[in-house]
T-cell receptor, first 114, second 111 residues
């Protein structure tokens, strides 16, 4: 595709509900990142994939957060039993090679937990 | 753990003047330093990046300098224009680590 695509753009979840956020990276991009951006803050690293391998998940805030990229392209970030503190914009980025090349961001999914 | 400190958090400059944003990083292994611009409600977009084998890089009105000894890097925007108003993020990364972002600088250009 022309760029990184994320869906949905907006998600309102009731506290305790499970959500799944989707990221379609740029075709051919090996690396995929998930970031969480709270209002007025910089993106906070969550996890990183190289193809289908999850090489770093040190930023996932709790075991309620789970990410996968089973075929090395589309990725899904799942949040179980959502809490109010999970409200944020979730950004996905992809890059052609490793982490030291330009990362292109998607528009993000704004999650609001009520 | 690794972190990136960014200053100032807000910056207001007169149109036509220069703006400087400074960052420090903690991970000695960092060797990649991108800068992103994020307009309200939009995705972050790369504006310039620098690798540790160079000390300075320039692209039209934008320049970045890197001091690896002091673990400092800076963004310089000259002849600022209204469209430069946005939030700017510095970041650092290495092949052995994730890319860490600073907390952002909200730049406002006064007409």
């Amino acid at each position: 595709g022309a760029g990184v695509s994320q869906s949905p753009r907006y998600k309102v979840a009731k506290r305790g509900q499970d959500v799944a956020l989707r990221c379609d990276p740029i075709s051919g991009h090996v690396s995929l990142f998930w970031y969480q951006q709270a209002l007025g803050q910089g993106p906070e690293f969550l996890t990183y994939f190289q193809n289908e391998a999850q090489l770093d998940k040190s930023g996932l805030p709790s075991d309620r957060f789970f990410a996968e990229r089973p075929e090395g392209s589309v990725s899904t970030l799942k949040i179980q039993r959502t809490q109010q503190e999970d409200s944020a914009v979730y950004l996905c980025a992809s890059s052609f090679r490793d982490r030291n090349t330009e990362a292109f961001f998607g528009q993000g999914t704004r999650l609001t937990v009520v | 753990g690794e972190n990136v400190e960014q200053h100032p958090s807000t910056l207001s400059v007169q149109e036509g003047d220069s703006a400087v944003i400074k960052c420090t990083y903690s991970d000695s292994a960092s060797n990649y330093f991108p800068w992103y611009k994020q307009e309200l409600g939009k995705r972050p977009q790369l504006i310039i990046d620098i690798r540790s084998n160079v000390g300075e890089k320039k692209d039209q009105r934008i320049a970045v300098t890197l001091n690896k000894t002091a673990k400092h890097f800076s963004l310089h925007i000259t002849e600022t224009q209204p469209e430069d108003s946005a939030v700017y993020f510095c970041a650092s990364g290495s092949s052995a680590s994730k890319i860490i972002f600073g907390s952002g600088t909200r730049l406002s250009i006064r007409p």
